[in-house]
């Protein structure tokens, strides 16, 4: 039987049994190793890895997934064996969960719409003698929002703060045509139940970073922006934190609230407000790059960048990173799907 | 950054030391601070000494600089902002002992005397500038003037004076100080700030230090009998029972109780975690019936073991290590500890703990009971001090051996299993601090109706030991190094570097040290230990062994 061995980015390895036919995906689960991914589709990209020896079968997966197969990139969940396989994967052995992650049930406490194209969602947990009611996450995680027994599974950054009261809050931008963000808009109604599944992601803080901080964060990925400052606030985080923070359009109200509340418990946080005009192409987030390297141009010492959003925002952020020579390992960044 | 003050720093080529980022987790920055922080310490000391001309104390300066000492051993505390934090208040500490020795001499009509650099030192306000003032004050200050040999000798005296204070710290908390430490603490930081460069005065400042060490572990032994009773042979449950659970790791015993009368009557299971073990020990604490046991093993094995555990948890000083993103949420520190993001309970207010235990899951089911027995303090070991000393005369036992100290991860560490565990079984096996988890679940058996292993307590309870191999020497009619007894000690951080300054102080020969020799040691250093003292690194297991009992043949 095939064997995969898994190279993470710290240097451990990590071997398996893959059955031939089986996606190394699936077999790593059955061998109770839990790497990261989503959809398990090929369609999202995050379970991406690098085969380094070994032939293998792929597909089908989603153009947009992976860019880079012709010099051995692969989604795991799409990846079948042909023989013993060397895997490369861009993350450290801790990130490998050993324990699955049960879905829990939920109850939908609080859904509120802000402006034209956003939604509050606040779920608390079903308390389970088993299981407990303890909303524990790092501030940047995301979880898995789904309807019970139903195929349909999103991933939304946590916004609010782990607590002990079971209590999830999201900050979801409506997709236009979105099946569930359409489910939420329209049908949802407080005291339904969804269930959640988490938390996982590893956009998360750098604690240790002695470095000024900044955010870029907007109708993109406030959610998780908005929870690490809310942890630097609770903490009384006293290193320098910009926030640059793209509204869809002038006079936007999303955000405003929470963005004065942390301001209030974070005095020194300084906040940019700009305008996404959100769209591919080369004037795409451009007044939000430009604030971005205006920042990068004053500021004494490069910080550390924390951005959450579509990947042609993240590359535009890279390339405005990189001709300021801002270190590659302080830029962190989580794409959405 | 330049740190070496573990077992387990940093080892290439080139040298020994943590230059980048500590083995330990610790950064760069952290570590600059640090020695901020140890630098104003001794321009306070050198303030009280001239304070103590005009027959002056300042408790509080005393009580600040004992802990601020304790936050920069290994593992401690790894914010920064704390020690932001403790640089001002050093600074303010220090201001006021300087006005009131100004005072003094303006009042007796003396010249107040010129003091050297660190009465001076004025910590820059933002990081970035206090960074640069560390470069200049660290450990290596002055190397190429005066050499590596007086490096390793001060870095000796301080890293020997962080255990004191540390062990000093834990008594203090519990109500007992010693104007005796007090001075020590503060002479030795003197005597440092003077920059010392004669090595066998440093020596014997040293061994002054061992000295002192040995009456801060009598005032924590004083404190921990005198608030919770003298320790008792007791057995503690290994495995989980079923309930809400609370994991107390660290060394205080003073949080621990403040802990369990917070949780009484709650429901909620306290386990004890790493040098804790020996809390059972003691008839105050385990008069509590939902203490119910100990988790886990040694300091190292932490984030596995603290992933797993289904309730919150206490680090109330250290071995701290990166919290987990599997529990980042549920550890809470207190006492010195500290990490960046982690949630810290100011003043035995552990509410938060206490919620947080209540909402996570708890252990499921009782397992079945497995136990370990500890609680071998000194009243219980000299009271069959009679048994013991018939075994030894009539031969039916032969020898004994101290083994115990810090664990840790290096894989050299099995020594320490094999060393215990292949000793005869005519022999006894003492042991103490957390070095005990190589080999505290084997099964020794008997000697002579008496147990063979006896598990004294955490490290700090070397007194007791000492206690018990005096009253034995005693009764011999010899003394102590005459005794079948052989200490086998492993060491990790600097409160067994104070134990083994307490050992050669009071003339302990032929200890072997391992798993590795402190890299602030130079060879000429070392020289000058086995020399005066005998004391030798491990080998192996069965060699050691076999040299133990053939130096030690009755």
Redesign the interface.
Known sequence: MPEVTLETRDNSQVVFSCPEGQFVLGAAEAAGLYLPAICRDGVCGACHAHVSKGRYNHGPIAQSALTDAPSGGVLLCRCRPEGDLVIRVPYPKEDIRTQPLVPRESTIVELTRVGAGYITLKLALTPDPELGIAAEFLPGQYMEVGIRDLPLRRAYSLANLPNWDGQFEFLIRKKPGGVFTTWLDKYARVGDKLQVRGPLGRFVLDEISPRPRCFIAGGFGFGSVLSMLRHLAQFQDTQSTTLIFGADQQHEQFGVGQIAEVKAALPMLRVIPTVWYPRAGPNGFARVLQEFAALLQQSPEHPDVYVCGPQEFLEGVRAVAGTHQVPANQIFTEQLL | MFCYQCEQTMRTESGASCTVKGVCGK?E?TADLQDVLVYQLKGIAQYRAGLAEFGMTDGEADSFVLGAIFSTLTNVN?N??RF?GLIAEAAQVRDRLRDRYTEACRGAGKAPATFSGPTLFQPAKD?HRLLEQASAIGVRAGVEAVGEDVIGLRALLLYGLKGVAAYAHHAEVLGHTRSEIANAVAHTLDFLASDPVDLEQMLQEALALGHANYVAMEALDAANTGTFGAPSPTAVRTTPVAGKAILVSGHDLRDLHALLEATNGSGINVYTHGELLPAHGYPKLRAFKHLVGNYGGAWQKQQDEFSRF?GAILMTSNCLLEP??LY???IFTCGPAG???VHHIAGRDFKAVI??A?????F?TTEPEHTITGGFGREAVLGVAGQVIDAVKSGALKHFFLVGGCDGAAPGRNYFTEFAEGVPSDTMVLTLGCGKYRFNTHDFGTVAGLPRLLDIGQCNDTYSALVIAQALAGAFGCGVNDLPLSLIISWFEQKAVAVLLTLLALGVRNIRLGPTLPAFLTPALLDILVQRFGIAPITTAEADIKAALSSKAA
Do not use: M, T, Y
Request: glycine share 8%; charged share 25%; no cysteine.
């Open positions: 950064d920055a790894f920064r902002a932001v990081l289904p987990q993103p980042r949420n549920r990490w960046p993001g919620q947080a209540r909402a996570l899951p708890g499921r």
